[in-house]
């Protein structure tokens, strides 16, 4: 009995521990069958739902894309002298990955002691996890030779790269800076021309696509693809080097000389629109346009962060352009222009205005610059050449708001010209509704409202064209740099604001200020000059006039109209006859003989 329960207990045993294999078993199988449907189930994912990335990847990895960075377009000047140029400097980068880790602080130390720069922040970049850093741009030639050779003695192969870039140069340096402009560490534009005709000046760049080993080394292949880079155009100015020369030497000695905040100067071709000079002072190199000019060094280490930036960008902006002024008695050239289109008086009736030294509106008594004398019963072409503000008051009550809003947009005063440059502004008016007898008095002989002198000299050339509205142009050509093929910017004609009979009027006028009024001193000796002399009062609470002198030359048949203005004068009494008026005069007797316009009055200088 004790043998048959002994063998019933061991089969018993062999059946328990064949079950406890097979249940075992069969846990692996379920767990093997886990796994193969997950591996099944991954690699389905990676083939149809990864798949497109990863084969992305994978070319992405194995792929090298090379850029060719495209020459920037070089800026010239009407007769083809270099204003802008771009030069072969390089980038230097470095790939991380494949700095060795014993080379690391080596190659770092190298690096910041080759191109001046901080020891820990070089060695954080070449440490980085990035696949790409960059470590220095605009890299001269000397500083690249220095970097290969120092590469070859410390047997530094990989991860280093030297990249072919190109760099902006000026080689007029402070020459029409303001209008000009300067490009960033990218060589995209930034200011002025440089930002306006960014698009045509930077051009495309071009692609090696071509594959690569792990360390990112080319592998010679058939299959690389070189796409062609578009190198930027070049643009012809219509500025005339000598003239802006000229121009910018007188702005500097006369606005020194009286103490000025600043001046500005334009000298335009009535007939075609063309720029030949556009100057702000002061200006600033365009080669190092973030360090402040020879005017600002003084207290620039005393100002903020934010008050430096302030003043870079004051120092940047071309005041022809983007700074608003009141423009004075110049003014009164316009206002002559209208009344006469209107009918509303003709050039020398005589008793036509009176002057007592001032005239009272609305209760207020504004005051002739004689005041307390008078310049007593005057024709229109006295009141001009005396410059008589009583006189532009009657003139302008008798034209009206109405009349004068309408003739203000025709002249262009409400809207941009349309200038070529960058940061163009448009004219402060008062609301028509809100323009009561002070107001179009004062509006009257030039007060009280703002436009830049960009519009002042685009109204005035329309007078010096027969009346006919051009837009002012700044660029004359654009050249293809790859074919040389040449697209000429054409003339644009806006409209015809008043008749070429009014217009011949107006001229006689301007003649007049010059030979027998208030704009003598803007004279040349040899020629007859047309002009206007323009005084702005500053607003309450703060000093210095704003004087300015706007010229045509010859008087009658211009080929130039021209104007200058002296922002904020520092002396007491300035006017724009004793300090605007003597600057255009000495640039106009060097301008219009390098010009080739004939003299034509030899005894026009008094």
């Known amino acids: 009995m004790k043998k048959t329960n002994s063998k019933k207990s061991k089969k018993n045993k062999v059946i328990s521990e064949r079950t406890i294999i097979f249940k075992r078993v069969f846990v692996l199988?379920?767990?093997?069958?886990i796994i193969i449907v997950a591996l099944i189930f991954r690699l389905a994912w990676l083939q149809f739902v990864d798949g497109p990335k990863l084969k992305e990847a994978a070319y992405n990895q194995q792929t090298i894309n090379k850029l060719i960075a495209p020459k920037r377009g070089n800026i010239y000047d009407a007769n083809g002298k270099t204003l802008a140029i771009s030069a072969s400097v390089d980038t230097i980068s470095i790939n991380p990955s494949q700095i060795e880790e014993e080379d690391k602080e080596k190659v770092a130390k190298g690096l910041s002691e080759i191109f001046k720069l901080d020891y820990n922040e070089t060695l954080e970049k070449v440490n980085s996890t990035s696949s790409v850093v960059t470590?220095?741009?605009?890299?001269?030639?000397?500083?690249?030779?220095?970097?290969?050779?120092?590469?070859e003695e410390n047997k530094i192969s990989t991860g280093i790269n030297i990249d072919k870039d190109t760099k902006r140069y000026y080689p007029y340096s402070n020459l029409a800076s303001n209008l000009i402009g300067f490009t960033g560490t990218d060589n995209n534009g930034l200011d002025g021309i440089e930002l306006k005709w960014d698009s045509v000046l930077a051009g495309t760049a071009g692609k090696i696509v071509t594959t690569g080993d792990v360390h990112n080394n080319e592998i010679s292949s058939d299959n690389s693809q070189y796409i062609d880079v578009e190198n930027g155009s070049n643009l012809y100015l219509t500025i005339d080097v000598n003239v802006q020369l000229i121009v910018e030497k007188y702005l500097k000695e006369y606005a020194d000389k009286n103490s000025c905040e600043g001046a500005s100067a334009i000298i335009m071709e009535p007939s075609t629109g063309e720029i030949l000079a556009m100057a702000s002072y002061p200006s600033y190199n365009l080669n190092t346009p973030f360090e402040p000019n020879e005017k600002m060094k003084k207290d620039w280490d005393k100002l903020s962060d934010a008050e430096q930036t302030s003043e870079l960008q004051k120092m940047w902006r071309n005041r022809?352009?983007?700074?608003?002024?009141?423009?004075?008695?110049?003014?009164?050239?316009?206002?002559?222009?209208?009344?006469?289109?209107?009918?509303i008086t003709e050039t020398d009736v005589k008793g036509d205005f009176h002057c007592s030294g001032s005239q009272n509106v609305s209760g207020t008594s504004i005051h002739c610059w004689r005041y307390p004398s008078s310049h007593g019963s005057q024709t229109l072409r006295?009141?001009?050449a005396n410059s008589c503000n009583p006189a532009f008051m009657q003139l302008g009550k008798r034209i009206?708001?109405?009349t004068l809003y309408k003739y203000f947009e025709a002249f262009g005063l409400f809207d941009e010209t349309g200038i070529q440059t960058s940061g163009e502004t448009v004219g402060i008016f008062h609301d028509i509704n809100n323009?009561?007898?002070?107001?179009?008095?004062?509006?009257?002989?030039?007060?009280?409202?703002?436009?830049?002198?960009?519009?002042?000299v685009t109204a005035a050339c329309s007078i010096a064209n027969k009346g006919v509205l051009v837009q002012p142009k700044i660029v004359k050509q654009i050249e293809n740099a790859d074919t040389g093929a040449i697209e000429t910017i054409d003339t644009v004609d806006v409209r015809q604001v008043v008749s070429s009979e009014t217009a011949e009027q107006v001229l006689s006028l301007m003649g007049s200020v010059v030979s027998d009024g208030t704009g003598k001193t803007g004279a040349v000796k040899g020629y007859t000059i047309g002009g206007k002399t323009g005084t702005s009062e500053p607003p309450p609470g703060e000093k210095g006039n704003t004087v300015s002198f706007l010229a045509t030359a010859p008087a009658t048949d211009p080929d130039i109209v021209a104007l200058v203005v002296f922002y904020k004068t520092g002396g007491n009494n300035l006017e724009g006859s004793n300090v605007a008026g003597p600057a255009m005069s000495k640039i106009l007797s060097e301008v219009l003989p390098y010009l080739g316009i004939t003299s034509n009055n030899i005894d026009s200088a008094k």
């Not at 890299?139 to 220095?146: G, L, M, Q």
């Not at 608003?324 to 316009?334: A, C, D």
């Not at 002070?438 to 519009?455: D, H, K, N, V, Y």
């Open 135 to 151: 470590i220095a741009k605009k890299v001269e030639k000397d500083k690249v030779t220095e970097l290969t050779t120092w590469m």
């Open 320 to 343: 022809v352009v983007s700074n608003t002024y009141e423009p004075g008695s110049t003014f009164k050239v316009l206002m002559s222009a209208i009344a006469l289109e209107e009918n």
């Open 382 to 384: 006295n009141a001009l």
């Open 29 to 33: 199988l379920i767990f093997a069958l």
């Open 400 to 402: 009206g708001i109405s």
């Open 435 to 456: 323009v009561g007898p002070t107001e179009l008095a004062t509006m009257s002989f030039g007060q009280r409202f703002t436009i830049t002198p960009l519009q002042l």
